[in-house]
């Protein structure tokens, strides 16, 4: 067998390893449902904080799912939601619903790159990440804060709208988490999220605390989730615009 075949048949095998890697993650971290209340603190470049609470629902998984994210407070947002529907073969729909103005819009694709909300999260990044929606190649085996991970490079599909290029994801080795996503616009990094505090919920590895940092602006903003909780019974009609609009 020539060098360059066996080039291609290593690289072939090792994409397909890094696709299985990514399904048999979600595979293990499916749920029906998932319900919590979260605290947003916003750190600006200067090191001002401003805090946000909010609470998240979800039925379905990965691609096939329907969220709903609704601030509690402070006064100037509690009301303001978020309404997902994801979905396995194109970006998702977002509505959002603002009570002062009594109306909701639906996010434009065009809009998915803003932030959202001030914070350092963008309306992209609020979706879920189906594997049927991305290329993969096994980049390495590296240790990330002491734990063995397979470090995973994402390219978005050309049928997938993104703003990012490609994202270098961390995925444990011994739970098959996620832990750690660099996220590149060309050859820039320019956003990196880190998942904290793991912990198994209803024996789920779950992530209680993550940190989004924006190394464009300097910034980060740390989610911490309280009352997780999954599999929880929750009617579909809850994610629809309706139920948006009445503050359910």
Not at 35 to 52: N, P, R, S, W
Not at 137 to 161: D, F, H, M, V, W
Not at 165 to 173: A, D, P
Not at 218 to 232: A, F, H, Q
Request: proline share 3%; with cysteine.
């Amino acid at each position: 067998m020539s060098r360059w075949l066996l080039l291609f048949v290593a690289g072939s095998l090792w994409a397909q390893d890094a696709r299985q890697i990514v399904e048999e993650s979600q595979k293990r971290h499916r749920s029906r449902s998932q319900q919590y209340e979260g605290v947003l603190e916003v750190y600006d470049a200067k090191g001002g904080k401003t805090e946000k609470r909010w609470q998240f629902a979800r039925i379905g998984s990965f691609g096939q799912s329907k969220s709903v994210l609704r601030f509690l407070a402070p006064p100037l947002v509690k009301g303001v939601a978020l309404l997902i529907h994801n979905h396995p073969d194109r970006a998702s729909d977002q509505w959002m619903w603002t009570p002062e103005l009594n109306r909701d819009r639906r996010i434009a694709l065009q809009d998915r790159s803003t932030r959202f909300f001030g914070t350092d999260f963008s309306f992209e990044d609020l979706e879920e990440r189906d594997a049927d929606q991305f290329d993969y190649k096994l980049l390495g085996e590296p240790t990330l804060n002491g734990q063995a991970c397979y470090q995973i490079e994402s390219t978005p599909k050309q049928s997938r709208t993104s703003q990012y290029s490609k994202t270098v994801i961390w995925v444990r080795k011994d739970i098959l988490l996620p832990v750690q996503f660099e996220m590149y616009v060309k050859a820039e990094l320019v956003k990196r999220m880190v998942h904290r505090r793991i912990e198994q919920v209803q024996n789920v590895w779950s992530t209680l605390e993550l940190e989004m940092s924006d190394l464009r602006k300097k910034s980060r903003t740390v989610m911490k989730s309280e009352k997780l909780k999954y599999d929880v019974t929750m009617p579909e009609a809850q994610f629809t615009l309706q139920a948006l609009r009445r503050g359910e």
